[in-house]
């Protein structure tokens, strides 16, 4: 009988454990980032090594991207025409591809997912944005540091303020359409800023070669996009982007910039609201 007792012990213990291990491995999952973050917190972590991001809290979100927006305007799902897309239905391209709805969205995810642009996008609010399907096209973390590091630049350059603040003030008495002009020429500056910029950055935390001239001409081609600069466009085509790369990199590798002391960073992911966020420590 004690034999018995014994070995159904020793059982009850053996099913506990593997039980326990079980529900440690399943709340693991359940806890734990999408693999696309913890790859989005690798390359922060080293972006934040050598370069000063300041003090700014800054929040990143994966979403299932602009052409989600595209398929719900398709299926009826919100209102506008081709011109007004982004404005009427921009709440689908901010959907979370990592939740389940069970409405008709998870196709619309689905194929978004497939068909998206590797177009990422910093908001005023702090908050920068990737379609998850940039991540699936570009695994090399050389490549996707110049991309979070353009939006950053964005960011940290204030230039959605800059921009507005421009309009308001520096183009008083101009008709409306040389004030776009205007505007959208500034625009072109910004996105040439921001490639320097990520350059810099990029080469001060360590990654080599020059990838931001791979990653810039890789989004190019996967948005099939040859164009030229035009007066009524808010990007540089693509061979003035190129050339200007080029330069950037010849006087980077002439002039190799120093590190500069990083401000300490905690970072953390926030499943309810899909967002890592990234903000500043104390000393």
Same mark, same amino acid.
């Given at each position: ?22 529900? =440690?491995? /399943? ?9 696309? =973050?913890?790859?989005?917190?690798? /390359?922060?972590?080293? !972006?934040? *090594? ?14 299932? #991207? ?10 009826? !799902?919100? $209102?506008?025409?081709?011109?007004? !897309?982004?404005?009427?239905?921009? @709440? ?11 409405? #008709?969205?998870? +196709?619309? /995810? ?19 944005? @990737?379609? $998850? ?6 695994? *090399? ?9 353009? +939006? ?5 350059? %204030? ?7 421009? =309009? ?17 020429? !500034? ?12 350059? /810099?950055?990029?080469? $001060?935390?360590?990654?080599? #070669? ?15 996009? #040859? ?11 693509? *061979? +003035? ?20 002391? %990083? ?21």
């Amino acid at each position: 009988m004690r034999r018995r007792i014994i070995v159904s012990f020793a059982a009850f213990t053996a099913a506990a454990l593997a039980a326990t291990a079980s529900g =440690y491995s /399943i709340w693991r999952s359940l806890s734990e980032p999408p693999a696309e =973050y913890k790859t989005l917190e690798v /390359i922060l972590n080293k !972006l934040n *090594d050598g370069n000063k991001l300041g003090k700014a809290n800054l929040a990143f979100m994966i979403t299932a #991207g602009p052409a989600a927006s595209e398929l719900a305007w398709g299926r009826g !799902l919100c $209102r506008g025409n081709l011109e007004t !897309l982004y404005d009427q239905c921009v @709440f689908f391209s901010l959907l979370n591809p990592f939740k389940t709805y069970k409405n #008709g969205w998870d +196709e619309i /995810i689905r194929q978004s997912y497939a068909l998206n642009s590797p177009n990422a996008w910093a908001h005023s609010s702090g908050t920068i944005l @990737f379609p $998850r399907s940039l991540f699936r096209k570009f695994n *090399d973390n050389s490549h996707l540091a110049c991309i979070i590091a353009h +939006e950053l630049t964005h960011e940290l350059r %204030s230039h959605a303020f800059e921009l507005n603040y421009y =309009y308001n003030h520096n183009l008083k008495g101009l008709s409306e359409k040389d004030k776009e002009a205007a505007s959208m020429k !500034l625009q072109r500056q910004h996105e040439l800023k921001a490639d320097r910029d990520a350059s /810099i950055m990029v080469f $001060r935390a360590g990654f080599k #070669g020059r990838p931001c001239i791979t990653a810039i001409s890789e989004v190019f081609r996967l948005n099939g996009d #040859g164009s030229n600069t035009e007066a009524d466009s808010t990007h540089p085509g693509f *061979d +003035e982007r190129m050339n200007a790369l080029k330069l950037n990199y010849i006087e980077l590798e002439k002039n190799p910039p120093k590190q500069v002391k %990083s401000v300490k960073r905690v970072m953390y992911y926030n499943k309810p609201d899909n967002l890592l966020l990234f903000t500043h420590r104390k000393n």
